[in-house]
């Protein structure tokens, strides 16, 4: 069974709409979750998690996804930001958020971005070194080293001033401790680093922060803490781009559609009239009375009536 074109142009049409509209409630009707001062909390500290909408949402409600639940959240609302104060461990979690409007409760923003609160200070600090030193020259490659005699699963490190951190499991060493090696690559200028232990059970607790371990860099710098996870610039542009083709054949059907529709509909309302004529005349031809108004008219349709009356 074949497919007319409109009925193919209208699926096409409804595809890439439907991708824009998906795209739409999950981009920008999506609030933003954030952690001020930083999602690394000390325990018995505090933090303010904030929310924010583009599209005028301006009340919240917030909820834990993981972990142990929290509740002083149940049944909670919010204006832009909630504090958390003092912090527990049951705090550390994944968190998101929901607008709504104050008039309209039953029309909700898509959930927030998820935000991970971690919580520190729950176990004996780990060290923190660094190979060959905590100072080298410019392009010298440096490895820092998280150890502890805690069994720790994971190791964590920061850098001072970074949101994220790099994370690498822990191995046991000959020494008898639990240990974690972080190559930076060539070094390139002077930074300050910690890192944190945790457990696969409860991979946001974390041990309190190592020493402080500043790495000193001789020579000229340059750029770069490694970040594998963070989308590069290339992505940034390819994903750009597919919206921007994506927009513009959406805009081209809309444009082409209604003249094509216009077209066919103008086709069929010219051909009307021809089909009726044509259909009085041979209903004529058909008659003995209209044979001389069909010779007149259509000589192949007047050889057929003579014939057949010569036949008769």
């Keep these: 069974m074949s497919m007319s074109p409109t009925v193919i142009i209208l699926a096409c049409l409804g595809f890439f709409l439907d991708q824009s509209v998906w795209a739409h409630v999950g981009g920008q009707d999506k609030p933003f979750c954030s952690a001020w001062p930083s999602a690394v909390v000390p325990q018995g500290g505090h933090v303010t998690l904030r929310c924010h909408c583009r599209r005028g949402f301006n009340i919240f409600t917030l909820y834990k ?65 660094a190979r060959p030193g905590p100072t080298v020259r410019a392009g010298e490659n440096v490895t820092l080293s998280c150890s502890s005699q805690s069994s720790f699963d994971i190791y964590h490190l920061s850098r001072e001033g970074e949101a994220h951190e790099l994370r690498l499991p822990a191995v046991p060493s000959i020494n008898g401790t639990f240990q974690a090696d972080f190559p930076l690559g060539p070094a390139t200028h002077g930074e300050t680093y910690r890192c944190f232990g945790s ?111 010569g036949g008769l």
């Design 65 to 129: 996804k993981d972990g142990v639940p929290v509740p002083e959240l149940y049944n909670r609302i919010f204006w832009n930001s909630f504090l958390i104060s003092p912090v527990t461990p049951a705090h550390a979690g994944t968190y998101r958020c929901r607008g709504f409007h104050p008039h309209s409760p039953t029309e909700w923003s898509a959930p927030s971005n998820p935000l991970v609160i971690m919580v520190t200070g729950l176990y004996e600090k780990p060290s923190l070194t």
């Design 199 to 309: 457990f696969h059970g409860s991979p946001y607790e974390w041990s309190d922060p190592s020493d402080p371990l500043p790495v000193s860099v001789t020579g000229n710098p340059s750029s770069s803490w490694p970040s594998p996870t963070e989308p590069s610039f290339k992505t940034g542009i390819a994903r750009h781009l597919h919206a921007v083709i994506r927009y513009s054949v959406a805009i081209i059907l809309f444009t082409i559609l209604p003249f094509f529709l216009l077209h066919r509909w103008c086709s069929k309302k010219k051909s009307k009239p021809h089909e009726a004529e044509a259909r009085e005349l041979r209903a004529l031809c058909g008659s003995r009375m209209g044979a001389r108004r069909c010779c007149c008219n259509e000589p192949r349709a007047c050889g057929t009536q003579n014939s057949e009356q």
